[in-house]
Structures are given as C-alpha cells and as structure tokens.
C-alpha cells in the first residue's frame, strides 16, 4: 500500500531526525526520489509513479549483535558482554525518558542492536516506534514486533506501552548473558534454579582471571543482571521493572566493582611502599654494617700493631736484661 509505505517512512524518518544519543544509530541523512514509468494495467500501458526511499545512517563495523550470541563459555567476555548490556539500556532510557516526548522502539531485539568497532551498542530500525506520553497505554490493532521478543499482554490483547520495550529488553539480556538458547532455558527452570546456573558458569570463567574481592564483585554484578531480566520478562507488567531503576542498579553494581579495585590499588600500593622501605632499611643496614666492618678492620690493625710494637719492646727488655747478667758475672771472676 503507497498510503502505508509513506506513512512508514515518514515516521521514522521524524524520529531519526530528533534523536541524538551515544547509544542510538546515527542517522546521516535520507533520499527520496519519484520516476515516471510505463507500467501494465487493467490491459493497458499506463504512466505511473514509482518512489524510491533510502535512509543513510553511520557505518557499524561489527554489525548486529545477533551474530555474536555466545553461551556463557564462549564468545564475548564479561566486560564485553556487560558493555553491551548497559548501553542497550541506556539507549532505552534516552528513548523512554530523556526525550521530551517519549518514543517507544516495539521491535528490540539482537538484530537491531549494531556493535561499533569497540563494540558499543546502537539501537537501530525505528519504523514501528511510537511517539507515547509519559505513562500512555495503547491498544493497536497493527500487528508489530518480532515473534519471541513480544510480550504476553500485546499477543493476547494487542496492549503496548513502555513495558513493551522492557519485555523485549529482557529476552536481549538473557542471550547476551546465556547464549540463543538464554530465554527459553529460563523459562523450562525455576528462577533460582536458572540463577544458580548461570551464576555458577560465570564464576567458573572469571576464575580464569579474577581473584578475591574482584571475583565477588564481578559476579555479582552478574547475578544482578540475571535477575533484571528475569524481572523483565514477568507474564504481569506491572510487576517489570521501569528503565530508570534498571540503570540505577547497574550502576550500583559498577560502584561496587571501583571500590573493589581501589582497595586492591591502596593494598597494591602500600605493599609497594613497604617493599621500598624493606630495601632501603636493607641498603642502610649494609651501609652501616660495612663501616662497621672497616671500624672493625681498622681497630683491629691499631691493636695489632700496638700488640707487636709492644712485644717488640718487651723483647728488647729482655735481651738488655741479659747482658746485664753477663756482665756481673765477668765481674764476679
């Protein structure tokens, strides 16, 4: 249908065009071009117009995060992976908050999310987002989103509202965190029982190259993350958390890790400043036990040249002594 084919263009065209976010696809520009050309109709020849559109947006090396979905034993580290996570996230909350009138994306999803060469998330494919109010609830009869990532109240009722994007959102944390097979893993498995799992596989990984108080703290920024998705991905909506409480707790989870690392730096460092000092109380007790050494040598000289000056002298005593002997004994005769 032209009528839908305009509409939809138009529509992300305007929302592209307003949105300017670290993590949101840059948009470069657009081109819209109309040619007349001899089509068959109804039997006949006729001259019809034909429109062809085109959005430009930045080039993305890395493509979409779709290819890179690994199990937690494969692929993309924690940090990597983490780092895609939040700023999934916060491009989410550029939409659904920062924005003064709130767009929401209806179609989240790996596919959609472009790495860039240092592998910072982007949020593309705006065509079936909706400009919503701040708390607005819809019913659509459109049938939009990609089957997987919809939520229960949209299959069942056609609802959309922001709570929309956090279902979607959760399905993307759990294959970033657990591989393709992260969602449907959690839903054949208690919660706690899909926590414990992930969890554990983590913690075995970042055992490779973490260590006490780090190793705590990264996973438990894991376990944080397993269950904001699980949060996310509740039948009920209400009970979803909202974008902002999801940043915050990630941030939390990111503080908590600094201070784990400061505290390793000071013990890092004043185990440094102890060393330095264990070499420098070295370097001055060899000094002093080298001068000790020459004071040692040297008295022990003087004395021993004293010993033998002094025995020289006794000798001589006794060699006068002697011939004084001698001589009285000439005498007596």
């Given at each position: ?127 079936l987002s909706k400009l919503f109010s701040e708390e607005q609830t819809r019913v659509t009869q459109s049938y939009i989103g990609t089957r997987g990532y919809l939520p229960p109240e ?6 959309i509202s922001k709570k929309f994007d956090i279902f979607s959102l959760g399905v993307v944390m759990l294959k970033v965190i657990a591989g393709r097979n992260g969602r449907s893993n ?148």
């Amino acid at each position: 249908m032209p009528g839908q084919d305009e509409k939809h263009f138009q529509n992300e065209l305007q929302n592209l065009m307003r949105l300017k976010h670290q993590n949101i696809v840059g948009f470069v520009g657009y081109c819209c071009e109309t040619q007349r050309e001899h089509v068959q109709y109804d039997g006949r020849i006729v001259i019809a117009e034909r429109t062809s559109r085109a959005l430009c947006f930045e080039y993305l090396q890395n493509g979409s995060l779709h290819r890179y979905l690994e199990d937690e034993f494969h692929g993309f580290d924690w940090l990597t992976r983490y780092k895609i996570i939040k700023g999934t996230c916060e491009g989410l909350k550029y939409l659904h908050v920062d924005l003064k009138e709130p767009i929401l994306h209806l179609d989240l999803k790996p596919d959609n999310i472009l790495l860039d060469e240092n592998m910072l998330p982007k949020l593309a494919d705006f065509g079936l987002s909706k400009l919503f109010s701040e708390e607005q609830t819809r019913v659509t009869q459109s049938y939009i989103g990609t089957r997987g990532y919809l939520p229960p109240e949209y299959i069942e009722n056609n609802v959309i509202s922001k709570k929309f994007d956090i279902f979607s959102l959760g399905v993307v944390m759990l294959k970033v965190i657990a591989g393709r097979n992260g969602r449907s893993n959690s839903a054949e498995m208690t919660s706690k029982e899909f926590i414990n799992l992930v969890h554990g596989n983590w913690r075995k990984r970042l055992q490779d190259t973490l260590t006490g108080s780090p190793l705590e703290a990264y996973c438990q920024q894991v376990k944080t993350c397993i269950e904001i998705a699980l949060k996310c991905v509740e039948i009920k909506r209400h009970k979803r958390p909202n974008i902002v409480d999801i940043c915050y707790k990630l941030n939390e989870t990111e503080t908590i890790i600094a201070k784990r690392f400061s505290q390793v730096e000071k013990w890092e460092k004043m185990t440094m400043q102890f060393q330095e000092y264990v070499e420098n109380t070295d370097r001055i007790v060899a000094g002093l036990l080298e001068v000790f050494e020459e004071s040692c040598y040297s008295m022990g000289t003087s004395i021993i040249e004293r010993i033998k000056v002094s025995r020289q002298r006794s000798l001589l005593q006794h060699d006068d002594s002697d011939d004084e002997e001698y001589y009285e004994e000439d005498d007596d005769v």
